[in-house]
């Protein structure tokens, strides 16, 4: 039987270039903040469109660091996301700051502009949106509420690697953005890692000085920083790897677009892209919720607004629960066709245990949608054939329903 994984991490037409730039590293002998960190910090801005970016630990480090480097922390509130990696919240309880949750944009699953002016307060200093699955936030909304509120706008960019918002490259657009390269980014390392990338020398510089302690020289430490830095071995490979993002991205929208066509008359609904600057991290579907027994429901298009588009036709509300969930039964399904399916995410970070505490926003259409997504398969390394296969599965599935 065919076997499509959701991601592929074994290095394939990069091995060679991985193999040689790891023999490098072990054979300069030195392994943590060194030439291979400074000419990736160098090639990755240039790459981003920014003028400095600054390797660290992680994708959650990046953006605590660049709120710490503002000066957010206790006290402070950072207005961010219901539906993404619970890291992203995580990274502003790190500094001391609450993160306030502002409910998504039905259509585009990322934050709602106009949720984002309910949420502002007298404690509010940044607005944090998350580029998700690849597609940039509603940005020009965005800037323009922190403009008027004189707030800073922090871009979680760790799904969104050369994504551009109306031709903008993300993490360009706020004060600064941040960047993951845990293994499954669409450029990842083989560990843990993570970039800021920002025009504001100053602001870099101050990263710089975080990431390493506080340290201005060696053993001079001026302000209390952390240890988060990006190592030589992982700078050495994403070296490698980085040349090949471009042509890696294309075949990602290719993929994307094949299985638009694909699934065009699938039972389940595909989120229009609303911005070409979108790089598919992810390739999420929503199988609407139906009630026991029921077929799943004929696809809908998304209106020319696109807010039309919601899986089971109530976006607002928080979906029926039934005792046969169709896309538990979906992934059941395909997962016997030998696809891997995954869901990101399956629970509102505000409904998640460990932020119970800090801010139980109800969030209904992020609580709907978290019922509905289903991430596809979606890697370069991927054949047309497997999205056919993936898309063919998915007809099947919903037929025997
Ligand atoms: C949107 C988003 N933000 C933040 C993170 C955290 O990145 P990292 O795992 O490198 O800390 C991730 C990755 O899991 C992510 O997808």
């Not at 996301?81 to 306030?100: D, E, I, K, N, Q």
């Not at 294309?250 to 699938?266: D, H, K, T």
């Not at 039309?308 to 969930?325: A, E, H, I, W």
Request: charge should be negative; charged fraction near 20%.
């Amino acid at each position: 039987m065919l076997r499509i994984p959701f991601v592929s991490l074994a290095p394939a037409e990069d091995a060679a270039a991985t193999r040689a730039a790891i023999d490098r590293v072990i054979a300069r002998g030195w392994f943590v903040l060194g030439p291979e960190v400074d000419g990736f910090e160098t090639e990755f801005a240039a790459a981003m469109g920014a003028s400095c970016a600054v390797g660290v630990g992680s994708g959650t480090d990046a953006i605590a660091l660049i709120l710490r480097a503002l000066g957010i922390g206790p006290g402070d509130e950072v207005i961010t996301t219901p539906l993404s990696a619970a890291y992203t919240a995580l990274a502003v309880m790190t500094t001391g700051a609450r993160p306030v949750f502002a409910d998504i944009d039905p259509t585009r699953l990322t934050i709602d502009p106009q949720q984002i002016a309910s949420a502002i307060g007298p404690r509010t200093r940044a607005i944090l949106p998350v580029h998700l699955y690849g597609q940039a936030a509603e940005m020009a909304s965005i800037e323009g509420l922190a403009f008027r509120h004189n707030l800073a706008v922090v871009e979680d960019c760790c799904q969104a690697h050369l994504a551009t918002a109306g031709g903008r490259p993300v993490g360009t657009i706020g004060v600064a953005g941040a960047f993951s390269f845990y293994p499954t980014k669409n450029l990842g390392a083989l560990g843990d890692g993570g970039a800021v990338v920002t025009n504001d020398r100053a602001l870099a510089e101050r990263i710089r000085r975080l990431r390493n302690g506080g340290q201005t020289d060696r053993c001079h430490h001026v302000e209390v920083g952390i240890n988060s830095r990006l190592d030589e071995m992982q700078a050495a490979i994403l070296r490698a790897r980085l040349p090949l993002l471009r042509d890696r991205t294309r075949r990602r929208r290719v993929l994307a677009a094949r299985y638009r066509a694909a699934l065009s008359g699938a039972p389940v609904d595909v989120p229009p892209e609303l911005d070409a600057g979108h790089v598919y991290h992810l390739f999420v579907v929503r199988v609407p919720s139906v009630v026991p027994g029921a077929r799943l429901p004929p696809s809908r298009e998304a209106s020319a607004d696109g807010r039309s588009l919601g899986g089971g036709g109530q976006p607002y509300q928080t979906s029926q629960k039934t005792d046969r969930d169709a896309r538990s039964e979906l992934q059941a399904h395909l997962a016997t066709d030998g696809v891997e399916t995954l869901i990101h995410y399956p629970i509102p970070i505000p409904r998640q245990p460990a932020f119970a505490a800090t801010d139980p926003a109800e969030c209904p259409v992020a609580s709907h949608v978290c019922d509905e997504i289903l991430s596809l398969p979606l890697h370069p390394g991927m054949t047309d054939d497997d999205v056919d296969h993936v898309a063919a599965a998915i007809s099947s599935a919903c037929a025997r329903a």
